[in-house]
């Protein structure tokens, strides 16, 4: 007995057992539709100034089956196969997840094509462009070339060969048409249902943003006469600090009065705009315990998934404020953690950013998941004192201004952006009344559960808009968007009649996609090759389909 399969999809193996099909339909393999398959040319030598032409790759067909030339390589070259209107493009190499996207050209071009690309020319009046990529759309989001790809050291490929038997439904040319310009009008709607769900994801973080301002600003909640002001506060806390100094060096032995205690800087108020009453701009290592950045041990050191002393690194911080550990976590040995890296010991309440980019900005609390932490050195960690909540230091680090106010002090090199310790010391913070930092911190919770919610809805309808293209997609091929009409030629009867005037191998697969060279002459592909390469991609049930690419 057969083990089913876990779905019917759309593109079907010369090996699969052919589902039925509505009537006046037929399962056509690619090289019976196609007049030509096959990759483009390699070019290690390309540039972005729009010197040359267009060639296209893999970032050049999107998830969603469409072409992009947002992020387009140039070459030069004399003697080229162009992209003409009606090819369809399909991305042959890539990672496994997105090898097999597929797209169509809608008109005449001068754009090139990789070896990482295969093209499809269609013979005329056979198939509808949109119909083949459409088709071999729905197989790359069924998984199909995901199941069947060939694997290769970090991506995968389906090899021309291979594509050229694979099978899909035909429906008679005029049907088809029906179909294609019913798939082309739900699609149009469902991309503006999209593209309005992409506007409420943009006004949901205008509006996170505003909050931020509004939290740091104090234009969040009412102040109160009663509130001791933060300077008095801070004052007492900076004075307390200094007595603890003087208390540890008398433990030890020592004078105070002949060490030298060196008092946190405040920041240059000068630079930074008029606080609310009550308020009062400090610098983050007057209003916290330790600023200090972490440190990485010897990956022998380092253990995945489960162990002592949870570990943090950079992808673990959020742009929200949350702690991700459950994203691929890391720990050390309670020994690693107490000796190695104990200056890098971290406690519920401290809150985080990263000082290597890009992104800068991520910013995390650390939870009471567990009594200790150790985090790694592109990590900085802010311990408040008793003058600030976590919540509220969280918010202003998070700030679009603090953002950009510490950002400009980023250093780049190749490609990354570091934020030395010492500007995060020196960090201005606006420092509410402490009271009044609860109900900020209250009222912005409050605020951000409703922008949450509103952003799992926005999501979640993201994820149905998704099904519901592949619904559409399913439905079109399987007869249920468009009428038949019983008097049309069948796609049965027009393949026969394909198949007799020309010969569904003859000059179907090519090597590459250079023309010819000066007085060469391609030389046709014989039947017999053809039915030999038929016979060789065969492929048994439970087999990888695929061989190596072109």
Same mark, same amino acid.
């Not at 489960?306 to 691929?328: C, M, Q, R, W």
């Not at 932490?373 to 003058?387: D, E, G, H, T, Y």
């Not at 090597?511 to 060789?536: E, L, T, V």
């Given at each position: 007995m057969t083990t089913p399969r876990r779905h019917v999809s759309v593109v079907i193996k010369p090996s699969d057992e052919p589902p039925p099909l509505p009537r006046g339909w037929a399962w056509a393999s690619i090289e019976d539709v196609a007049e030509r398959v096959n990759p483009g040319f390699p070019s290690g030598k390309h540039n972005k100034e729009g010197i040359g032409v267009p060639h296209l790759r893999p970032m050049n067909v999107t998830s969603r089956g469409e072409i992009s030339l947002t992020d387009t390589k140039y070459v030069s070259v004399d003697a080229y196969d162009r992209l003409r209107a009606g090819d369809v493009l399909f991305n042959n190499t890539n990672s496994p997840s997105l090898v097999g996207k597929t797209a169509f050209v809608h008109s005449d071009t001068q754009w090139a094509y990789s070896n990482h690309m295969t093209r499809i020319r269609l013979r005329p009046c056979v198939a509808e462009p949109a119909w083949v990529a459409n088709a071999l759309y729905l197989g790359f989001i069924q998984g199909f070339f995901l199941e069947n790809c060939t694997h290769h050291v970090n991506q995968a490929s389906i090899a021309s060969r291979f594509l050229s038997t694979l099978r899909i439904p035909l429906a008679p040319l005029p049907e088809q048409r029906r179909i294609v310009a019913k798939i082309e009008e739900l699609l149009s709607q469902l991309d503006a249902a999209i593209l309005a769900l992409n506007r409420a994801l943009v006004s949901l973080k205008r509006s996170e943003a505003s909050l931020r301002y509004a939290a740091c600003e104090g234009r969040l909640v009412a102040q109160d006469a009663n509130d001791e002001p933060a300077r008095l506060l801070l004052e007492r806390i900076l004075a307390e600090r200094r007595r603890g100094w003087e208390a540890d060096l008398r433990a030890r032995g020592k004078d105070p009065n002949r060490a030298e205690y060196k008092e946190p800087s405040p920041p240059n108020r000068d630079v930074l705009p008029e606080l609310p009453l009550g308020w009062c701009w400090a610098s983050a290592e007057q209003v916290c315990e330790t600023v200090a950045s972490g440190a990485?041990? #010897?990956?022998?050191?380092?253990? $995945?998934? %489960?162990?002592?002393? #949870?570990?943090?690194?950079?992808? $673990?911080?959020?742009?929200?404020? *949350?702690?991700?550990?459950?994203?691929?976590? %890391?720990?050390?040995?309670? @020994?690693?953690h107490l000796n190695l890296l104990g200056r890098s010991r971290s406690i519920p309440g401290d809150v985080l950013t990263n000082i290597v980019g890009p992104p800068l900005g991520k910013v995390s609390v650390v939870p009471d998941t567990y009594a !200790?932490?150790?985090? $790694?050195?592109?990590?900085?960690?802010?311990?408040? *004192?008793?003058?600030?909540? *976590?919540? @509220?230091?969280?918010?202003?680090?998070?700030?679009?201004?603090?953002?950009?106010r510490l950002q400009k002090t980023a250093k780049a090199t190749a490609g990354q952006f570091n934020l030395a310790v010492t500007a995060c010391r020196t960090m201005a913070i606006p420092l509410p009344p402490l009271p009044e930092q609860r109900r900020i911190l209250a009222e912005t919770d409050r605020r951000l559960s409703l922008i949450r919610k509103t952003r799992s809805v926005v999501e979640a309808n993201f994820a149905r808009a998704e099904r519901l293209r592949q619904a559409i997609l399913d439905c079109a091929f399987k007869g249920r968007l468009a009428p038949q009409n019983p008097a049309e030629e069948s796609a049965?009867?027009?393949? !026969?009649?394909?198949?007799?005037?020309?010969?569904?191998?003859?000059?179907?697969?090519?090597?590459?996609?250079?023309?010819?060279?000066?007085?060469?002459?391609?030389?046709?592909?014989?039947?017999?090759?053809?039915?030999?390469?038929?016979?060789? $991609?065969?492929?048994?049930?439970?087999?990888?389909?695929?061989?190596?690419?072109?």
């Open positions: 990485t041990p #010897p990956a022998d050191k380092m253990a $995945n998934g %489960t162990g002592e002393i #949870p570990f943090i690194k950079v992808y $673990n911080l959020t742009f929200d404020g *949350s702690l991700a550990f459950e994203d691929k976590p %890391t720990f050390v040995s309670k @020994h690693t !200790e932490w150790n985090m $790694n050195q592109a990590v900085v960690l802010f311990r408040p *004192s008793a003058c600030i909540e *976590s919540g @509220h230091l969280c918010s202003v680090l998070l700030s679009p201004a603090t953002q950009r049965y009867v027009l393949l !026969e009649r394909v198949k007799a005037s020309c010969g569904t191998a003859d000059g179907v697969l090519q090597r590459a996609g250079r023309a010819p060279a000066k007085g060469r002459k391609s030389a046709p592909r014989s039947s017999a090759a053809g039915s030999r390469a038929g016979k060789q $991609n065969s492929f048994r049930p439970g087999r990888p389909a695929g061989s190596k690419p072109q």
